[in-house]
């Protein structure tokens, strides 16, 4: 492995639509700087309604007259391990785009990247495993039987935190289903969706299967919102975009797939290992700089062990080592952009004006030239300050004390979030008893932010609809038919 660097000057990419690399029917580009390090590292084309519509076109004929919706699963899946090894082979190259665009860490980068490769790989094992059922127990004259077939074009609509493995979590297990599709990636975060492109063109993906068009969601994604030509959306992004999808979808009744934002609780009990829930906590907090969307950005702690947990934490949390992404040793990179940092800088300064304590971090830090905000924990926050409530996507973690473990639920539960919940306890029974009450998709007991594809995620009450990964993830995108076929000579109803 080379060391990475910052290239020379920033790298072009083009999108992909009906198995061809096109710079669109506009000449508008849009340019990427690290947000690391403040200088160009990558330009597309920003996509046009026409582009768009293209590509829904093209997605539309592979599916409706294509051969992948008609092949076995087995063939599907032989495309898709191919895919896998592709990315395995370009795991750096892609960490390098991922790193740079994102301004996570190079090492978190290139892990994310190696995680997508095993994504790829279980989706593509279990599409064998999709099957219906059959009905034998509806008497002698009926047999029924239950079938699941691909829904049929998807739009795909991504976030820029973690671009690639997001997609990584949906494409392989729509592909596996039998559908087609368009990707939207986000505006700023496109490179390693385009390059994908390439990937799944060099692995024999049928012409249109899967079609790639940069560009604004306010165009290119709400062509996918509101055309009757495709089936099903699935939008990874924040809530008001998920409320958009949902307003669009009046029109038209697709079916939607939004996985959407959070205000996660982490609930340390007194009896909890201190040390292990301190460490899991600010892993929580501080990965990917906070702009996670299941990551812990409320602290739910026993009031006896408050202080002296608050104090083992802070003095965690100003060890971590937050830099220049492209530094191998970095824990923490840059905020996404400047108006996101300015975003993230006045939650902290709000809650300080309300009468919050600032136990540490509360502002800049590291170069200049990047979007650094030290890890930061506040104590004593008044009720109602927007920092308890809203999602801030940085490195903010605000802590609130409880005496008894149904208050601990209910101030977990307090929330129109249920992204997830993190709870450390060595008491197995209380981990139980609260991993069933608090309200949340994914819960993790002595551990936080685990994942992989056998489990599929998704959100409650306004944090989403519909699951991905898992096998779960590819009945999401698949319909329900049932079949009654009569064995028995008619008795006619009229006589
Ligand atoms: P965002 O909602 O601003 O953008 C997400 C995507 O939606 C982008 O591709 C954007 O271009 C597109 N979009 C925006 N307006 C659109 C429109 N009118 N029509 C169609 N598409 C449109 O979110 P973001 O800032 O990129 O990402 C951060 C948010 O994503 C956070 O709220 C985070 O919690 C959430 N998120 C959720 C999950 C999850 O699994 N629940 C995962 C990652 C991120």
Known sequence: MTAATLPREPRRFRMYIDGRFTDGSGTA??????PGHGVPVAQWPSGSAEDAQAAIGAARTAFDRGPWPRLSAGERAKVLFKVADLIERHADELG?????????PITQARGEIRGAVDVWRFAAGAARSMAGETLNNLGERVLALVLREPIGVIGVITPWNFPFFILAERLPFILAAGCTAVVKPAEATSGTTLRLAELLHEAGLPQGVVNVVSGRGSVVGQVLLDSDRVDMV???GSTATGRKAIAASAGNIKKLGLELGGKNPHL??????????ADGVAFGMAFNAGQCCVGGSRL???????????????????????????DERTQVGALFDGAHMDKVLSYIDGGVKAGARLVCGGGRTGSREGFFVAPTLLTDVPAGTPLLHEEIFGPVLAVLPFDSDEEAVAIANDTEFGLSASIWTSDLTRALRAMREVQAGRVWVNTTLDNGPETPLGGMKQSGLGRDAGL?????YTEVKTAHINLQPRTHWVS
């Open 300 to 326: 739910v702690v026993q009031r006896s062990v408050m202080d002296a947990f608050v104090a083992r934490l802070a003095e965690k949390l100003q060890r971590v080592r937050v830099g220049d992404p492209l």
């Open 29 to 34: 580009v849009m340019t990427r700087s690290s």
């Open 234 to 236: 699935s939008v990874t």
């Open 472 to 476: 779960a993830g590819i009945e999401e």
């Open 268 to 277: 340390v009990f007194a009896d909890a290992n201190l040390d292990d829930a």
């Open 96 to 104: 390098l785009i991922e790193c740079l665009e994102t301004g996570k």
